[in-house]
């Protein structure tokens, strides 16, 4: 299955987890992001949801599901879903064992690791387990999030022997919207992932540019932000727990912005 171009977040639902998956892949929504890191997020619940709808024939293979490994530094000690103790490669096992057993699936789309390593050598150990997995066909694609240095990013896709296919990062003024990253990105075919699209971008939503094109295309300031950002090959992450946002998210192919005014929405990533 192919990356759609949006993709539902679980993060933070807790118990209304499976209730919330159900709902958004019923409404259209085929990509779902997750992760093994029980503080945020529960992904036993997204493996409910998918067992529930594959009762009713969904097909996995019409689903791409993501997940990702979480170091240590990103768990709740009290928490950890693999033994803290092991080896990083033997963490990235258990950890990936543990998503296959709350996924209820032998494979994922995409594995994704949660933030890079503050140690090279320990960064690009967890990465070759990582190629273990995609070796043996469990993780059909790997990827990166929380990485904002365009140094250590270059330095992970050359030393990778299975290359990066997705960079997931926050996508904010303060890191200057990952300009640098995307383009290097955008020239190697990496897919760039936003998340806290809207929570970080009050202003973009605000301005008289996204506003002015709302109006014109009849869609909220979130539908203009979200079909520009698909526009420009950004797939970003929607966690809404409403059914209106959900419909509205997955709407935003129904309308295209002109190609002259996407310039002036890109004025607004400073
Ligand atoms: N890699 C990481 O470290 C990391 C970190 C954070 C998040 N993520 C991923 O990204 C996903 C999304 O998280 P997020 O931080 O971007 O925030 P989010 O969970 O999508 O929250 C967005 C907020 O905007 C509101 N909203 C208003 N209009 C909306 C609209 N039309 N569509 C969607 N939301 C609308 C939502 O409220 P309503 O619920 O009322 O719609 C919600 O309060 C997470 O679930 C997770 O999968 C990854």
Same mark, same amino acid.
């Given at each position: ?13 807790k118990?209304?987890?499976a ?17 093994c ?31 990702? %490994?979480?170091? +240590? ?43 890079? +390593?503050?140690?090279?050598?320990q960064?690009?150990?967890?990465w070759?387990a ?21 140094? +250590? %990013?270059? #330095? ?10 997705v ?40 301005? #008289?540019?996204?506003q ?21 090959g ?16 997955l709407?935003?192919?129904? %309308? ?12 607004? +990533?400073?």
């Amino acid at each position: 299955m192919q990356m759609p171009r949006i993709m539902y977040g679980t993060a933070w639902k807790k118990d209304q987890t499976a209730r919330l998956v159900e709902k958004a892949v019923r409404y259209g929504f085929s990509g779902i992001d997750t992760a093994c890191q029980p503080k945020h997020y529960h992904e036993a619940g997204v493996g409910e949801a998918l067992t529930a709808l594959q009762a009713q024939g969904l097909r996995r293979e019409h689903i791409f599901l993501q997940t990702k %490994f979480t170091p +240590l530094a990103g768990q709740d000690p009290e928490r950890v879903p693999y033994n803290p103790d092991a080896p990083l490669a033997e963490q990235v096992a258990q950890s990936f064992a543990t998503s296959q057993k709350n996924l209820g699936t032998e494979y994922v789309d995409s594995l994704v690791l949660h933030s890079p +390593l503050s140690r090279w050598d320990q960064f690009l150990s967890v990465w070759r387990a990582m190629e273990a997995l995609h070796g043996r066909g469990a993780a059909k694609q790997l990827g990166i999030s929380n990485c904002y240095d365009p140094v +250590l %990013f270059q #330095r992970l896709h050359q030393e990778a022997r299975v290359k990066p296919s997705v960079l997931q990062n926050r996508f904010y003024a303060d890191t200057g919207y990952d300009k640098e990253l995307r383009a290097f990105c955008r020239e190697r075919g990496i897919v760039y992932q936003s998340f806290w699209t809207l929570t970080a971008n009050p202003q973009i939503l605000r301005s #008289r540019v996204v506003q002015q094109l709302a109006r014109a295309y009849r869609k909220t300031e979130a539908q203009v932000f979200f079909r520009y950002l698909t526009q420009i090959g950004i797939v970003p992450l929607t966690g809404t727990t409403s059914d209106q946002h959900m419909q509205e998210d997955l709407a935003i192919f129904d %309308f295209e912005i002109a190609a002259d005014a996407l310039p002036h929405i890109e004025a607004l +990533l400073v």
